[in-house]
C-alpha cells in the first residue's frame, strides 16, 4: 500500500521522471496500478498545508502575505482534467494548464517565505473565479485570526474595488499596482481621469499623492514607479501616512517578488507539472503532496544552511561519488 509519506518523498528523491510507472518500478512491491490507485481515490484537504505550515512561519506585525496565480504548464495534453486554455505570464501567452491561485506568507526577508495556502483554478468545476479564491483564502486568514501580518500583496488582477474594501474593512494594509486604464480622481470638482493624464503633484512623486478609486469609498495613495528600463507602475496602497515614501513602497512591493521565487522552485523541484493523470481527483492530490514536498525541502534546506536548490542537488552527491569511482557506463576512449 502506497503512503501519502513515500509519494512525497518520491517527489524529493526522483531527478526528473514524476510518473506512476516510475515510482512503481523503483518501490518494492507497489505497483503502478496501486500508485494511481492512491491518486484518484485519497482525499487530501487543501488545510494540510497551512496546518503544516503554521507552526514554522517567522510573523510578526512586520510580515507579509503575497497572492499570485501561476500556471501548470500542459501544453501538450489534451485529456488532462483541470487543464484549461489561459494565460500564463511564464510564456506571455495562452497555454494549457492547470491554474493555482497561490497565498504565500513573507516575514519581509530575503528567502524567507512558505506557501500558506492554494486554490486550484477550475471555473468549468467550481464556477469560481481567481478573485472568488482571493477573498476565500484571504476571508479564512481574517476569521482565524493566527496571524500578526496585516500587510498584503498582489498585482492589478486582484485590485478590483470588492477586494479592496474587504481588505480594508478587515484592517488590513495592501499595496497592490493599477492597470493604465483605471480611472480615479484628485477632487470632486475634477472627477475621474486616466492615470496617465494626471499632472505630477507638486513636490514630486516621493511622498505619493492621495487619490480616490472609481467605487472604493476610501482614499488611497498613489505613487508612479519608473524601473530601469523605462517600464512604469502605478503603486496604491491604503496605508496614509505621512511618513509614507516612495522608497518604502518600492521596498514592500519588491517583497511581492518572492512569490516569483516560489512559484519558479515549486515547478522545478516538485514536479508539479509532470503529472500524467488524466482523472481530475489524482492532479489534484498530486499537487497537494507537490505542496508538502516544497515546505519539506525548504525546511530541510534551512537546517542544512543551503538554498533550497543546493539541498535539492545535495542528496544526489553520494550516488555520484559512487559512480565516479566505479562507472556502470564507461567511456569508449
Request: hydrophobic share 40%; glycine share 6%.
Amino acid at each position: 500500500m502506497l503512503t501519502q509519506t513515500a509519494y512525497i518523498e518520491y517527489l524529493l528523491s526522483t531527478p526528473t521522471n514524476y510518473t506512476c510507472t516510475h515510482l512503481a518500478a523503483h518501490l518494492p512491491d507497489v505497483s503502478h496500478d496501486q500508485v494511481n490507485r492512491f491518486l484518484r481515490m485519497s482525499t487530501l484537504p487543501v488545510n494540510q498545508l497551512r496546518e503544516l505550515v503554521q507552526p514554522l512561519l517567522h510573523d510578526s506585525p512586520e510580515a507579509f502575505l503575497l497572492v499570485d496565480d501561476s500556471v501548470q504548464d500542459k501544453r501538450y495534453s489534451r485529456f488532462i482534467a483541470l487543464a484549461k486554455r489561459q494565460y500564463s505570464g511564464n510564456v506571455h501567452g495562452m497555454v494549457t494548464g492547470i491554474g493555482l491561485v497561490n497565498l504565500v506568507h513573507s516575514s519581509g526577508e530575503a528567502g524567507d517565505f512558505l506557501p500558506l495556502d492554494y486554490r486550484i483554478y477550475a471555473p468549468d468545476q467550481d464556477e469560481q473565479t481567481k478573485n472568488d479564491h482571493f477573498l476565500a483564502m484571504f476571508d479564512q486568514v481574517v476569521a482565524e485570526g493566527k496571524l500578526l501580518a496585516r500587510t498584503i500583496l498582489f498585482d492589478s488582477w486582484y485590485a478590483g474595488s470588492t477586494n479592496l474594501k474587504r481588505i480594508h474593512r478587515a484592517g488590513w494594509t495592501f499595496f497592490t499596482t493599477l492597470k493604465s486604464n483605471r480611472l480615479v480622481s484628485l477632487a470632486k470638482e475634477s472627477g475621474y481621469q486616466g492615470l496617465t493624464t494626471l499632472e505630477p503633484p507638486p513636490g514630486g512623486w516621493s511622498q505619493g499623492v492621495e487619490v480616490r478609486l472609481k467605487e472604493v469609498p476610501f482614499g488611497v495613495k498613489r505613487f508612479k514607479l519608473v524601473a530601469t528600463n523605462g517600464d512604469i507602475e502605478w503603486v496604491i496602497t491604503n496605508h496614509l501616512a505621512a511618513h509614507l515614501t516612495r522608497e518604502m513602497v518600492i521596498e514592500a512591493v519588491q517583497v511581492r517578488w518572492q512569490v516569483e521565487e516560489f512559484h519558479r522552485s515549486f515547478k522545478q523541484l516538485t514536479g508539479s507539472e509532470k503529472c500524467q493523470c488524466r482523472k481530475e481527483m489524482a492532479q489534484r492530490n498530486h499537487l497537494a503532496c507537490c505542496y508538502l514536498a516544497w515546505v519539506s525541502l525548504r525546511q530541510h534546506a534551512r537546517r542544512m544552511g543551503q538554498t533550497i536548490y543546493q539541498a535539492h542537488q545535495q542528496q544526489w552527491a553520494p550516488y555520484l561519488r559512487q559512480l565516479l569511482q566505479k562507472p556502470i557506463i564507461q567511456a569508449l576512449v
